[in-house]
């Protein structure tokens, strides 16, 4: 996966920093929203970061 990729653009949000939230504790789009911005603004990313944080939540519980 490619974390420097812009998920939102209203915010300016990158992969690597939704899984730096996620990784920080964040479990939920909306604790993600809150860390991050992302998803907050047009909403046209919305279901792009709610896989994302799926997807890391996962990853970082397996370890
Ligand atoms: S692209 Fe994420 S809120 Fe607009």
Do not use: P, W
Request: glycine share 8%; net charge negative.
């Amino acid at each position: 996966m490619n974390l420097e990729k812009v998920v939102c653009n209203c915010m300016n949000v990158t992969s690597g920093m939704i899984k730096d939230a996620v990784d920080s504790g964040a479990s939920t789009l909306a604790e993600v929203q809150e860390a991050t911005g992302a998803s907050t603004v047009c909403g046209g990313c919305l279901e792009d970061v709610e896989r994302l944080v799926e997807y890391f939540a996962a990853e970082r519980d397996s370890k």
